[in-house]
Antibody, heavy 121, light 105 residues
Framework: QVQVVQSGAEVKSPGASVTVSCKASGYTFTDYYLHWIRQAPGQGLEWVGRINPKSGATFYANTFHDRVTVTRDTSLTTVYMELRGLRSDDTAVYYC??????????????WGQGSLVTVSS | QLTQSPSFLSPSVGDRVTITCRASQDIRNFLAWYQQKPGKAPKLLIYSASALQGGVPSRFSGGGSGTEFTLTISSLQPEDVAIYYCQQPFTYPLTFGGGTKVEIK
């Protein structure tokens, strides 16, 4: 069965970087795009970016473009999101989610459990 | 940009519930609905405006196209207490509506 399992909670200081991992299993890893979405406490959902695990090609929301990098390791069927220059308003739960279909139609069917990133001095 | 209404609903068990999502441009039928319960990840309910995701109860239905979309719960159950979000994949960046919180009266 499809599973998406993320790394645990992190506490970081302002200005630091954080890397969150997302291990996917139960399907052909390279066939489905993976996305990152975040949710600040008590707030709505904000899309961060996505990666094509086959090619490694990425696309990011302009809000994060210069601070975020998403990569993948196909041998480990894992994607990584690095966010740099952390600020207090980056405190959020970060979710990894799989595309519903192998190409296009960016609907998100399988979600990880979420990784809380807290930015605090 | 997606605008949901209302932002809060307090119906009774068994009520018919309708949530609206309006897009700032024509997004054809490229719209999904998600349900999020406290402390949990969102769950896909409806995609392509009206297609029911596997395993989702048939009391959930979606409709609309272009700029106006609806999510309907035909008979609200206690386990439907959640926040509901719409989402568009038509253009980058993917965006979500602000959410509609549904509680039981």
């Amino acid at each position: 069965q499809v599973q998406v399992v993320q790394s645990g909670a992190e506490v970081k200081s302002p200005g630091a970087s954080v890397t969150v991992s997302c291990k996917a299993s139960g399907y052909t890893f390279t066939d489905y795009y993976l996305h990152w979405i975040r949710q600040a406490p008590g707030q709505g959902l904000e899309w961060v970016g996505r990666i094509n695990p086959k090619s490694g090609a990425t696309f990011y929301a302009n809000t994060f473009h210069d601070r975020v990098t998403v990569t993948r390791d196909t041998s480990l069927t894992t994607v990584y999101m690095e966010l740099r220059g952390l600020r207090s308003d980056d405190t959020a739960v970060y979710y990894c989610a799989r595309n519903l279909t192998p190409e296009g139609l960016y609907f998100l069917d399988y979600w990880g459990q979420g990784s809380l990133v807290t930015v605090s001095s | 940009q997606l605008t949901q209404s209302p932002s809060f609903l307090s119906p009774s068990v068994g009520d018919r519930v309708t949530i609206t999502c309006r897009a700032s441009q024509d997004i054809r039928n490229f719209l999904a609905w998600y349900q999020q319960k406290p402390g949990k990840a969102p769950k896909l309910l409806i995609y392509s405006a009206s297609a029911l995701q596997g395993g989702v109860p048939s009391r959930f239905s979606g409709g609309g196209s272009g700029t106006e979309f609806t999510l309907t719960i035909s008979s609200l159950q206690p386990e439907d207490v959640a926040i509901y979000y719409c989402q568009q994949p038509f253009t980058y960046p993917l965006t979500f509506g602000g959410g509609t919180k549904v509680e039981i009266k």
